[in-house]
């Protein structure tokens, strides 16, 4: 019986893709319509391979894909989409001008939506509302007021954690295009939330506040007082990697290899600023970076294939220091971002003794499994008593 399923199987991949979309026009579902998958990923192969995209999906199908899905399930243009979706904090957000289109053409209501605003002081604020096209009624979303915007704490100014510095808040240099957002929002989600499925704006995104417990035991939005100081890098002698995604990750990383904490590797690379950002885009190339595509093999000339390399008899030594970041300079200014560390090299000497040594002279220095002594002088020790045997 299985063997009649693998035949059936098989007969049916073999099928052109026209009959298999007939087979699964059940399927509605970008992810599970086999057809509709594949050509939407030659669909996102050519959005990835444009400049006319915005950055985060340059290059990168998967995005691609993601936002072609939002984009059937919205029935809107896919290239518009891309246009007002962004990454922020990590999460995928549409920008509120795409949610006030997708209300205004949605068929549901007469006139397009439209803002209301009133009061005075805190209560002054906005309301946006329409008209259904059916019955003619009045909707109104729910009204945003500056008491609103105070008690969320939107208006405050936010701390970049990548860089330490703030940023001044939309509400305070454009409120009134901030209440027409966020008002606009707000009424998707109470008559149309199926306009949105579930996707926060980017505005909703960037005024998400996480509030800290102050002294008096109040819980509010980080201050000076409550966020404490942190040392950051320097924006004018970092700002050409300040943007980058994988900074962050670089520093936790040569923090941990160091032993060390995050801001003593920030306080470090200030003091090291050219060594730092040299390491940082060497780690990325190293082992991080996507390799660069492939050129057309139309209209250009096969490219001469390279023997395969020869096997390096001291490959495992180095192992090691060839697939980790390097570390950035110790907190007390003394060591490199690169080449290799006098530690590392210690390291990779002391590798080359067998396991059940290397063990022992853990238990006799007082430190933990897998762990290595912090500085160049405590593997110098573990050296030392490996060659006593």
């Known amino acids: 019986m299985s063997e009649e399923k693998e035949i059936s199987r098989t007969k049916e991949e073999r099928l052109p893709i026209e009959k298999r979309a007939e087979l699964l026009s059940g399927e509605t579902s970008l992810y599970f319509n086999v057809a509709k998958f594949e050509h939407a990923q030659r669909i996102a ?19 691609c894909l993601i936002a072609l899905n939002y984009a059937d399930r919205l029935k809107a243009d896919p290239f518009m989409v891309m246009q007002n979706m962004y990454i922020v904090h990590g999460r995928p957000g549409v920008e509120a ?6 209300i205004n053409q949605s068929g ?3 006139e397009p939506l439209k803002f209301r605003f009133e009061g005075s002081g805190d209560d002054y604020g906005c309301t946006a509302w329409t008209r259904e096209a059916k019955s003619g009624e009045v909707v109104e979303g729910p009204k945003v007021t500056w008491k609103m915007v105070k008690s969320e704490g939107w208006d405050k100014d936010k701390i970049n954690k990548k860089t330490g510095y703030t940023q001044t808040s939309k509400w305070k240099t454009m409120p009134e295009m901030m209440f027409r957002y966020r008002a606009a929002s707000y009424f998707a989600n109470v008559h149309c939330p199926e ?11 960037n005024d998400y506040v996480e509030l800290r417990q102050a002294e008096n035991g109040k819980w509010q939005p980080p201050t000076a007082a409550t966020a404490g100081e942190r040392p ?15 900074l962050e990750r670089f520093l936790e990383v040569t923090a941990e290899k160091n032993h060390s904490s ?5 306080r470090a690379a200030n003091a090291n600023q050219d060594e730092f950002i040299a390491a940082f885009k060497a780690w990325k190339q190293k082992g991080i970076a996507p390799a660069p595509p492939a050129e057309k093999a139309k209209g250009r000339k096969a490219k001469k294939q390279e023997p395969p390399p020869q096997p390096d008899p001291d490959l495992e030594s180095r192992q090691e220091a060839e697939t980790k970041p390097d570390p950035a300079p110790a907190p007390n200014g003394q060591g490199s971002l690169f080449p290799q560390s006098e530690r590392d090299k210690l390291i990779a000497e002391i590798k080359r003794y067998p396991a059940e040594a290397i063990t022992k002279a853990r238990t006799s220095m007082g430190l ?8 160049a002088e405590g593997c110098g020790r573990m050296l030392d008593l490996l060659l006593e045997g």
Not at 45 to 63: C, E, K, R
Not at 368 to 375: F, G, L
């Open 45 to 63: 192969s050519l959005f990835s391979s444009s400049t006319m995209v915005p950055d985060h999906f340059q290059g990168n199908i998967a995005n």
């Open 108 to 110: 549901k209501y007469s």
């Open 195 to 205: 306009l949105k499925l579930g996707m926060q704006t980017v505005e909703e995104i």
């Open 368 to 375: 933990a499994e897998n762990v290595w002594p912090p500085t």
């Open 232 to 246: 950051v890098l320097d924006p004018e002698g970092f700002a050409e990697i300040l943007e980058d995604n994988l």
């Open 97 to 102: 001008k795409l949610v006030i289109a997708l």
């Open 262 to 266: 995050r801001e003593d590797v920030v």
